[in-house]
């Protein structure tokens, strides 16, 4: 008779049980039992440039992704822990205390990421990394991820001549395998301890879990993205039934001729904010998205969000491709980094540079935790190329605030501002001039924000 062996499950930017493929891969490993965990980091923890890395927006809206995940859990039979910890020390205590020697996870082609998996490895524990993030399988591309091509235009082409199309999204799991019964409540409140950890019994959620959201910055009547509504919910519930409701709408059809708008849920998908913390799928949107065309027509609206979803794909392989080069001051360029404007910085942060729009733009990021593309873009630009900041200042300001950060897309939209990517031109320059007058003529957004 084989003997009990157990595993554990540690969800990252993937809380979700739809097309969860990392969790299948658990599933299937052979083991007998299962241990379900998510490590948040300390909410203090700081970004390099002396702000929080994570500020109360990213945190409330994981903590609403988490306690729907922890929900589906508890249904499936297998509850969620959950603690504010440092993965390399929570993780082999746990490991230990259940007899368990192997982790499965999400793969996340990102420093910080893979050095959070580097050191499991060095405490002695197997991990199975499980690439599920993106909508196309590298595997499944023309070429080598070495290979990947330096502009997105030609990697769109190739892969739309190659009739590549993403997986179908795998089904949400009928049953988990059970929890080992030597995990009592006991053992991880001993586990807490040893790995100098914050977290609450088995179910019971954790501290991430309980950031509340009162009728301040999630429930802003101005955002558009309110995350403290039910609409715009953080757990995987609310995200599959936006889809549905997205699609329902007929949105998909206006998509392209709306998409650069300032305010308003509607104007673009706001699929973002739940495909950065996992609780919506890629390949589940495409999925729905294909359903919607075969029934409604295709057109250029649709197309869109295909190639919308082709850039955040290019954003993650460049990832694979390039590692952390990606994140040296000079990125891949070989042009110096000029010194750093920390005032000019400290003055964006605050929206107070004198330049309207950029700061309209940057209150509404500090009060809701969104903003649009358009206005991510102007901001960023104005910072990198009218006020000489360092770029990697302004993106650890949006990783900071923004609920649907990523590292992927994070990064890669700053490099393509700031002329450090693969991109050939060198960079973009936005005139804020110019950008208040396509979008905002009539002064309504800057009125909303108090610059007009």
């Not at 739309?160 to 409540?185: F, S, Y």
């Amino acid at each position: 008779m084989t003997a009990p062996h157990t595993v554990l499950f540690w969800f990252r930017s993937d809380l979700r049980l739809h097309d969860q493929g990392a969790l299948a891969a658990a599933l299937g490993s052979g083991a007998t039992h299962l241990v379900p965990v998510h490590c948040q980091p300390p909410a203090d923890e700081a970004a390099p440039w002396g702000f929080a890395r994570r500020g109360l927006h990213r945190r409330a809206f994981e903590g609403a992704a988490l306690r729907d995940l922890a929900a589906g859990m508890a249904r499936l039979g297998n509850p969620l822990l959950q603690c504010q910890g440092q993965p390399a020390a929570v993780l082999p205590a746990l490991a230990s205390a259940v007899g368990a020697t192997t982790v499965v996870c999400e793969e996340i082609a990102a420093p910080h990421e893979q050095a959070e998996v580097a050191a499991l490895r060095t405490a002695g524990l197997q991990v199975q990394t499980v690439w599920h993030s993106s909508l196309l399988q590298p595997c499944d591309l023309p070429w080598p991820v070495g290979d990947l091509p330096g502009v997105f235009t030609t990697f769109r082409q190739a892969v739309e001549q190659a009739g590549i199309q993403p997986p179908q999204p795998l089904p949400a799991p009928a049953a988990l395998l059970p929890p080992p019964a030597a995990l009592t409540d006991a053992v991880w409140q001993e586990v807490l301890h040893m790995a100098g950890a914050v977290g609450a019994a088995q179910g019971q959620g954790g501290p991430g879990g309980g950031v509340k959201v009162g009728e301040g910055a999630g429930c802003d009547v101005r955002s558009s993205f309110p995350y403290g509504t039910p609409a715009c919910d953080g757990g995987e519930t609310a995200a599959l039934a936006h889809v549905q409701q997205y699609l329902v709408s007929g949105h998909p059809h206006t998509y392209k001729a709306t998409r650069n708008g300032l305010t308003g849920l509607d104007y673009s998908s706001k699929f973002s904010p739940w495909l950065a913390t996992g609780a919506l799928s890629a390949r589940h949107a495409m999925a729905a998205l294909r359903r919607f065309e075969s029934t409604h027509g295709a057109n250029e609206g649709t197309y869109w969000l295909w190639f919308e979803l082709l850039w955040r794909d290019y954003f993650r392989l460049l990832h694979l491709q390039h590692g952390r080069t990606l994140y040296r001051a000079r990125g891949l360029s070989a042009q110096p980094l000029a010194p750093h404007n920390a005032a000019g910085f400290a003055r964006w942060c605050a929206g107070d540079t004198g330049e309207p729009l950029v700061d309209a733009a940057l209150r509404e990021l500090a009060a809701t935790g969104y903003l649009s593309n358009r206005l991510r873009q102007v901001a960023a630009s104005y910072l990198i190329h009218d006020l000489q900041g360092d770029w990697r200042a302004g993106a650890a300001w949006f990783e900071s605030q923004l609920v649907d950060y990523d590292p992927y897309s994070n990064q890669g939209n700053w490099l393509y501002i700031a002329g450090r990517g693969t991109d050939p031109r060198g960079g973009r320059r936005f005139n804020p001039a110019k950008q208040t007058q396509e979008h905002d003529a009539d002064g309504s957004y800057r009125r909303l924000w108090g610059t007009a």
